[in-house]
Nanobody, 125 residues
Framework: QVQLVESGGGLVQAGGSLRLSCAASIRTFSVYHMDWFRQAPGKEHEFVARITKSGGRTYYADSVKGRFTISRDNAKNTVYLQMDSLKFEDTAVYYC??????????????????WGQGTQVTVSS
């Protein structure tokens, strides 16, 4: 059985930091690219960050570049999203996602293989 379980969401002040974790039960974790998406109220899923299967490359949406950092620990089957300098507009439900094959440039929610349940991040001002 494959599942992704997210944790670490919560309420933080603008300018603060939060670290999200996603624990995967996927037996062959290293064959998946791992992504973070977010969905703000009334909005479509928005790509946030990607880390490749071995952790060698990372990609970020322009809106979070320089503030967010994605990482993974394949020995622990876990992916992380470190969020710094948070802004009110970062408020959203954040989803961990596993993707076996979609290359950078074509990442979209419709191509995700496995979704986490989501964790709420609320930034107050």
């Amino acid at each position: 059985q494959v599942q992704l379980v997210e944790s670490g969401g919560g309420l933080v002040q603008a300018g603060g930091s939060l670290r999200l974790s996603c624990a995967a039960s996927i037996r062959t974790f290293s064959v998946y690219h791992m992504d973070w998406f977010r969905q703000a109220p009334g909005k479509e899923h928005e790509f946030v960050a990607r880390i490749t299967k071995s952790g060698g490359r990372t990609y970020y949406a322009d809106s979070v570049k320089g503030r967010f950092t994605i990482s993974r620990d394949n020995a622990k089957n876990t992916v992380y999203l470190q969020m710094d300098s948070l802004k009110f507009e970062d408020t959203a439900v954040y989803y961990c996602a596993a993707d076996r094959a979609t290359p950078w440039g074509r990442i979209e929610a419709a191509h995700v293989d496995v979704w986490g349940q989501g964790t709420q991040v609320t930034v107050s001002s």
